[in-house]
Every structure is written in structure tokens, then in C-alpha cells.
Nanobody
Framework: QVQLVESGGGLVQAGGSLRLSCAAS????????IGWFRQTPGKEREFVAA????????YYADSVKGRFTISRDNAKNAVYLQMNSLKPEDTAVYYC???????????????????WGQGTQVTVSS
């Protein structure tokens, strides 16, 4: 069974930075892509960023491009989301997610992912 655990959330002022971590276990980590999503109350889960299993390709939502960076360390079974120049509108619960397959899924659609962490709260004050 795949398990994902996020950490690194917190309260930060606008313009500040946070680094989220997603620790994975349960299967050969480097074979699978990982996505980051976020959600605020009453809104649909929103794509933030994704990375392929090898780390060779990354994808970003337009709203975070140039401010957030996704990376992974397959030796540590971990994926990171470095968030810079944070804005109040970045406030949300952030989730990492993994698909069941190694390919053939759309990275930005949350319903394509089968495994989810418990989420970590990020709050950006103005």
C-alpha cells in the first residue's frame, strides 16, 4: 500500500518562503510521478505542480510558475515543493498525490491520482 506524508506547512508572511516535503513508501518510488495539489474550503482541489518519476519533467500551474519549484530525491523517497514569493492567495491545504500507474494519466487532474497524503496547511498573511 502506498503511503504519502506531507510536512513543512505553516504560517508565513506574504513574500516569504516555505518548503513542503512529501515522504513516500510502499513501492518503487522512482517509477512514479508525484503531484502537488491544494484546496481551500468550498473550492475544488487545484493542481499546483507535478514531477515525473525520474524527475526529468516538471509541470506547473500558471498561478505558481516562476515562484514554486518541484523536485525529488529518489534516494530518500521524497518530493519537495519549494514555495517562494508567497501570496495570501496561496493559503490552502497542500496535498501530495501519486497515480496508480507509471504513465497514461493527466498530471493536472486530481481525479487521475489514486493515493493522497493527509495534507499540510499553508497560511500566508498579508
Amino acid at each position: 500500500q502506498v503511503q504519502l506524508v506531507e510536512s513543512g506547512g505553516g504560517l508565513v508572511q506574504a513574500g516569504g518562503s516555505l518548503r513542503l516535503s512529501c515522504a513516500a513508501s510502499g513501492r518503487t518510488f522512482s517509477n512514479y510521478g508525484i503531484g502537488w495539489f491544494r484546496q481551500t474550503p468550498g473550492k475544488e482541489r487545484e493542481f499546483v505542480a507535478a514531477i515525473t518519476g525520474s524527475g526529468g519533467s516538471t509541470y506547473y500551474a500558471d498561478s505558481v510558475k516562476g515562484r514554486f519549484t518541484i523536485s525529488r530525491d529518489n534516494a530518500k523517497n521524497a518530493v519537495y515543493l519549494q514555495m517562494n514569493s508567497l501570496k495570501p492567495e496561496d493559503t490552502a491545504v497542500y496535498y501530495c498525490a501519486a497515480p496508480d500507474g507509471v504513465s497514461g494519466y493527466s498530471v493536472s487532474y486530481y481525479w487521475e491520482y489514486d493515493y493522497w497524503g493527509q495534507g499540510t496547511q499553508v497560511t500566508v498573511s498579508s
